[in-house]
Nanobody, 127 residues
Framework: QVLLMESGGGSVQAGGSLRLSCAASGSTDDRKCMFWYRQRPGAEPEGIAAIRSDGILTYVDAVRGRFSISQDSAKNTLYLQMNGLKPEDTAMYYC?????????????????????RGQGTKVTVSS
């Protein structure tokens, strides 16, 4: 069993930054692939960033160049550094984990497939 708890959300003005954290516990074998996804108001969940235990990472176009995913294995914590925030980034942000992910890009396309998911943290960006 993997437990995930996000923190770091809040309200910022456009152009600002936030760093989200996701504290993880449980089997590391079940956390070989870690993800951030979001759900904007009235929209379907959207995978945005992923990192694999071998260091491979990927982003969707909407956040590439502005967001950065990283993890501290010693602290069992996943991060999402978000810079240059835009009003359209307003959403609930979730971290997720899975034991395998041959293709991170493919995995991001369907967040409903993530085996373990946190409760989310809210990000609001005002113009």
């Amino acid at each position: 069993q993997v437990l995930l708890m996000e923190s770091g959300g809040g309200s910022v003005q456009a152009g600002g930054s936030l760093r989200l954290s996701c504290a993880a516990s449980g089997s590391t074998d079940d956390r070989k692939c870690m993800f951030w996804y979001r759900q904007r108001p009235g929209a379907e969940p959207e995978g945005i960033a992923a990192i694999r235990s071998d260091g491979i990472l990927t982003y969707v176009d909407a956040v590439r160049g502005r967001f950065s995913i990283s993890q501290d294995s010693a602290k069992n914590t996943l991060y999402l550094q978000m810079n240059g925030l835009k009003p359209e980034d307003t959403a609930m942000y979730y971290c997720a984990a899975d034991s395998s992910c041959a293709s991170l890009t493919w995995a991001l396309r369907d967040p409903s497939r993530f085996r373990y998911r946190g409760q989310g943290t809210k990000v609001t960006v005002s113009s």
